[in-house]
């Protein structure tokens, strides 16, 4: 496992590594050498090593991914306690990567697709394969999976429209300019989303429009809570 290179009587050195900031076991990966001798040695699986050494050795500790490490051997170290060295992990950067360098280049402008080809959500293809599919139509009429699609759909879109009312006003202005109680806000955002109308403005980020309307839904909602 080792090698001597220099005459003299070196002693056995029995140390352990330890890996800084890192719980994974990579410490049998770790060379131990000694620069004087060119003796080399390595961990077990729990980072223990043992080489022959005089003192004033330099010995190196290098590692995959690890910074290296040099230590010149002392007479503390030859006593017999453990030899104990701390690594660190290495910090590796990345290039940035840049992403769609060049957005010009898309499937339509490729060919791929014909221009103004309507992209479809995950949930509208879902149902769009389920609907065309002609060997399958009738099958998922009786089974019911159209149905669950439509419903899976209709989610998504309630889901997206929440999203655009969701930071349209901060909450102040819901309980101190509308009047909701604060734990009825996103109650209030969802009874906002079931109108038509109010929908429209949020789809054209009309945001006048919106606080418009938004003020006679409150007034509607106030009136069914008070109710409850």
């Known amino acids: 496992m080792l090698t001597c290179g220099q005459a003299g009587k070196p002693r056995k050195i029995t140390g352990k590594i ?4 890192s719980d994974v ?4 990966a770790v060379t131990i050498l000694n620069s004087a001798t060119q003796a080399t040695s390595a961990t077990d699986e729990d980072g223990a090593f043992s080489l022959f050494a005089n003192e004033g050795d330099l010995l190196v500790f290098s590692g995959i991914n690890l910074e290296p490490v040099r230590r010149i051997v002392t007479e503390e170290d030859l006593k017999g ?3 104990l060295v701390k ?3 290495r910090s590796i950067e990345l290039e940035e990567v840049a992403i769609n360098k060049h957005p010009n280049i898309t499937a339509e402008s490729m060919g791929i697709i014909p221009y103004g080809t309507k992209k479809y ?4 293809r ?3 394969t389920a609907q065309s599919s002609a060997g399958d139509a009738l099958l998922n009429m009786f089974s019911g999976r159209t149905n ?4 899976e759909l209709k989610i998504e879109e309630k889901e997206r429209l929440f999203s655009k009312i969701e930071y349209l006003f901060d909450d102040d202005y819901y309980t101190k300019r509308l009047k909701i109680p604060n734990e009825y806000i996103r109650e209030f955002k969802i009874y906002c989303i079931e109108d038509p109308q109010f929908v429209k403005t949020l789809e054209t980020k009309n945001r006048n429009d919106s606080m418009f309307l938004i003020t006679d839904l ?4 106030l009136k069914l809570i008070a109710g409850q």
Not at 121 to 124: G, I, K, Q, R
Not at 148 to 151: C, D, N, Q, R
């Open 87 to 89: 690594l660190a992990i």
């Open 121 to 124: 959500t995950p949930a509208e």
């Open 148 to 151: 669950m699609l439509e419903k």
């Open 218 to 221: 409150a007034q509607k909602y």
């Open 126 to 128: 879902k149902l769009y």
């Open 25 to 28: 076991r990579i410490n049998a």
């Open 18 to 21: 330890l890996i800084e900031g």
């Open 81 to 83: 306690n453990v030899f």
